[in-house]
């Protein structure tokens, strides 16, 4: 079946641009979690949703980045006013449900933002 | 809290020799733990997971992992690398419970030489 898709795969904004980072989860899962990938680093985590619900944002860098997903299954990361530190890969993930187990998280293949 | 501690940030073998990439964690809960592989311009792979049950952990691709609790380490071993498993390896913690996200080491290249 499809996994977790991500678009774009590759963004260039010049500084201070506002750009929105697309993540289309697998069907039926009801987590969905941003990661930020520096060079060279694992992922970090940002912000996490079940269903429409924000339940964690406390990865979220600063008040610039801004995460949605209202109708419980797409869903968008804003980043307001670029700045060169936001050089990253995105990661989107997604899971089943939760609950108290170690479902596991599926990846999308990232979106690379370049603040230039 | 949580955090993990991957040793060595490359790793290099030859191909068919044995792959050994270390990993340990620091946990004050039962730890649930995951290794996943990473390929250039790629989301991640799950390879395998810990979740309590079995201490040895067989995965995709041939590799496998064993949880010492007293070690606290969860170390990936392969018995005959391959030039195909050339790639980031990213090793994970999580407490299990819902919502709750993944805790990353800083991950190791492991290269594979003809």
């Known amino acids: 079946g499809a996994g977790v898709s991500q678009s774009p795969r590759y963004k260039v904004a010049k500084r201070g641009q506002d750009v929105a980072l697309r993540c289309d989860p697998i069907s039926g899962h009801v987590s969905l979690f941003w990661y930020q990938q520096a060079l060279g680093q694992g992922p970090e985590f940002l912000t996490y949703?079940?269903?429409?619900?924000?339940?964690?944002k406390s990865g979220l860098p600063s008040d610039r980045f801004f995460a949605e997903r209202p109708e419980g299954s797409v869903s968008t990361l804003k980043i307001q006013r670029t700045q060169q530190e936001d050089s990253a890969v995105y990661l989107c993930a997604s899971r089943l449900e939760s609950g108290r187990r170690p479902y596991e998280q599926y990846f999308g293949p990232g979106t690379r933002l370049t603040v230039t | 809290a949580q955090s993990v501690t991957q040793l060595g940030s490359h790793v290099s073998v030859s191909e068919g020799a044995l792959v050994l990439l270390r990993c340990n964690y620091s946990?004050?809960?039962?730890?649930?733990l995951f290794w996943y592989v990473q390929y250039p311009n790629q989301g991640l792979q799950l390879l395998l997971k810990y979740t309590s049950a079995a201490t040895l952990v067989k995965g995709i691709n041939g590799f496998e992992a064993e949880f010492k609790k007293s070690e606290t380490s969860f170390h990936l071993t392969k018995p005959s690398a391959h030039m195909s498993d050339a790639a980031e390896y990213f090793c994970a913690v999580s407490d299990g419970q819902a919502g709750t996200a993944l805790i990353f080491g800083k991950g190791t290249t492991l290269s594979v030489s003809s």
């Open positions: 949703f079940q269903n429409e619900a924000q339940l964690d």
């Open positions: 946990s004050s809960v039962p730890p649930y």
